[in-house]
């Protein structure tokens, strides 16, 4: 038996301001130091367009079967018109100039598996809920044209700190790129004076500060008043860095230096030990970037997100002069079940597009209890 059976599709297309700090679509400052007028070496370039996301939707709801629930989203968004700085020769009198290229494709499904039921007295309800985003850089900068210059850009790849952005990737990849320096061996190069040392090489990729999937499991039962209620979410894939544990170990005042220290030497894998102060002062190195490498753990991660218990009191015992009477106690983030970073993989330290992923001294979870009352007359 079928209660409802609805089809759903949607286009949307939405604009945002250029997200570069300190500019101001329209205007050309020079910058005055001292009295004295620095001039603007960046082209002038005003006609700046909108950054525009085209998102197609469709989706499916069902009920039915007795108190079976079923519904499914598919997407897709594109976005446009982000803003580069392309580098210019010398002969051209500036040093760059902005363009609005590019094409960021996501694409994601979402979906939910619900039943409730009533059995005598008891009422109770469950829901199962996926969902998974697939973001890929589908267009950077090939062979821009500048609308007042006879110059032609290409921008194949941008690094910013440990993300590249290239065809291919998304905006979530995080790369290393500094190393201990190895022999032809592919050990850790020790010279005669026993002094290791650190090299730059080529970007390796690490993996992604995005889930590969999420899932959550609710449910909730009551019987006589009585109410209970349970949240499981869980994130699946993706990786997270954190600059504290290297800044930490850089300044020997983490756990793990201590441990390198009463074992007499940080272990080099197959080479024995080293100077635990002189690794971690090298791995650690205040958290740079490129170093990340070292500092890279598993995202996954399984919770007891909330969990509810409530009464509503019959109306009987008021005798008329109150019509309703509940209470609920509820605590969030109750239990960590499986974690293997060391800070909460779901914090994050910016609502901006990167640094998601890496802690950077951030405050710790918390974990909160609550009460509420409801009254009615």
């Keep these: ?102 094409n960021v494709q996501n694409t994601g499904i979402e979906a939910s598996l619900g039943y409730g039921h009533k059995v005598g007295e008891v009422d109770f309800s469950t829901n199962l809920v996926f969902s998974r985003n697939r973001n890929e850089i ?5 062979d821009y044209k500048h609308p007042d210059l006879n110059y032609t850009f290409d ?34 190069y020790v010279p005669e004076t026993g002094e290791v040392n650190m090299e730059v090489g080529k970007p390796v990729f690490l993996g992604r500060t ?64 080293y100077d635990a102060q002189k690794y971690y002062e090298m791995v650690g190195a205040s958290g740079e970037s490129e170093l990340m490498g070292y500092y890279t753990y598993s995202a996954t991660n399984i919770r007891l997100q909330q969990l509810s218990l409530g009464y509503r009191f019959p109306a009987k015992w008021f005798k008329g002069y109150i019509r309703g009477l509940s209470l609920t106690l509820i605590g969030n983030n109750l239990w960590m079940i499986y974690n293997k970073a060391p800070h909460d993989p779901e914090l994050t330290p910016t609502t901006g597009t990167y ?16 009460a509420s009352i409801k009254l009615s007359f």
Excluded: C, H
């Design 210 to 273: 995005t889930p590969d999937f999420n899932m959550g499991w609710n449910g909730s039962v009551s019987w006589r008043g009585l109410n209970f209620g349970f949240t499981f979410n869980g994130r699946f894939g993706g990786i997270v860095t954190s600059s504290t544990q290297a800044i930490m170990d850089s300044f020997g005042v983490s756990e793990a230096s201590a441990i390198a220290r009463d074992n007499g030497g940080a272990l080099l894998p197959n080479q024995g030990l």
């Design 155 to 188: 921008i194949p790849e941008v690094s910013k700190g440990s993300t590249i952005l290239k065809v291919g990737g998304s905006i979530n990849d995080v790369y290393a790129s500094k190393f201990f320096k190895k022999d032809g061996n592919g050990y850790v």
């Design 1 to 102: 038996m079928v209660d409802l059976l609805k089809l759903r599709a949607s286009y949307t297309q939405v604009g945002a301001p250029v997200s570069r700090i300190g500019m101001t679509p329209g205007t050309y400052t020079d910058k005055i130091v001292g009295g004295v007028i620095i001039p603007n070496t960046l082209y002038p370039y005003t006609d700046f367009k909108a950054e525009r996301t085209k998102s197609y939707e469709f989706g499916l709801s069902f009920k039915g079967l007795k108190g079976l629930s079923f519904d499914l989203t598919l997407y897709k968004s594109n976005t446009y018109n982000q803003t580069f700085l392309g580098t210019m020769p010398e002969s051209s009198g500036y040093t760059g100039a902005y363009l609005q290229a590019g």
């Design 355 to 370: 640094g998601v992923g890496n802690d950077y001294f951030m405050q710790p979870s918390l974990r909160s209890f609550g």
């Design 138 to 142: 589908k267009e950077m900068v090939k």
